[in-house]
């Protein structure tokens, strides 16, 4: 019989690892979040023609980031599970959830929940926008940062399946150590490769 000490200590070593990978893209969704936030805001501004300027910008920003919050963060999360860099496919998903997000938002705004905003251009070009955006920062910021992540725990699962001494006793340096001269550099070689970190 497992000892339930044991599993305790296993299942949280688990939730430790899966906080531990959260909190290294926590900063990605943030910079993806603000840029989207940002860009989307700017473009508002600069197509509007009103003198907002920079002030117009910030303002507008804090505005967006809700429904960004609520309708595209959990899709991004759940999209950064699988990565793929600039995918249509995401960009389709993205469009589809940031138009009901840009109707809630607008109604509630608003106040006037009739389906006249479904008639006009504005509707869809925020959407549009919003989803473009959204997508472009996200393929910039997490994408990248997800897939060296993936690599990496990849590589970690391999060493660990190998064991932590295997690099000692079968890697190339190890052989040859037995059958030439030992250099500076082949040391230096042999604690780069060898030494688990």
């Known amino acids: 019989m497992v000892d339930c000490e044991v599993l305790v200590k296993m299942e949280l070593w688990k939730v430790s690892q899966k906080v ?6 926590i900063p990605y969704y943030f910079f993806s979040l603000v840029s989207s936030c940002l860009s989307l805001s700017t473009v508002l501004v600069v197509f509007s023609l009103d003198t907002w300027g920079v002030i117009g910008i910030i303002v507008i920003s804090f505005y967006v980031v809700i429904p960004y ?12 599970k699988h990565p793929k860099k600039f995918s249509v496919i995401y960009f389709c998903l993205y ?12 109604s509630v705004l ?9 008639t006009t251009k504005n509707y869809y070009a925020i959407s ?6 959204f997508w472009f920062w996200d393929s910039v910021f997490l994408q990248k940062k997800l897939c060296i992540i993936k690599r990496d725990l990849q ?3 391999r060493d660990r399946l190998n064991g932590p ?5 079968f890697s190339k340096f190890t052989i040859s150590l037995a059958f030439s001269n030992v250099t500076p550099s082949m040391i230096l070689l042999f604690f780069r490769t060898a030494v688990p970190k």
């Open 165 to 169: 001494f295997q690099h000692y006793f």
């Open 69 to 80: 919050l609520l309708f595209a963060v959990p899709v991004q999360v759940l999209f950064n």
């Open 155 to 157: 590589t970690n699962k």
């Open 20 to 25: 531990s990978e959260l909190s290294d893209l």
């Open 110 to 118: 608003n106040f006037d929940f009739s389906m006249d905003i479904l």
């Open 128 to 133: 549009l926008l919003a989803a473009l955006f």
């Open 95 to 106: 469009i589809f959830f940031s138009l009901p997000a840009v109707f809630i938002y607008s």
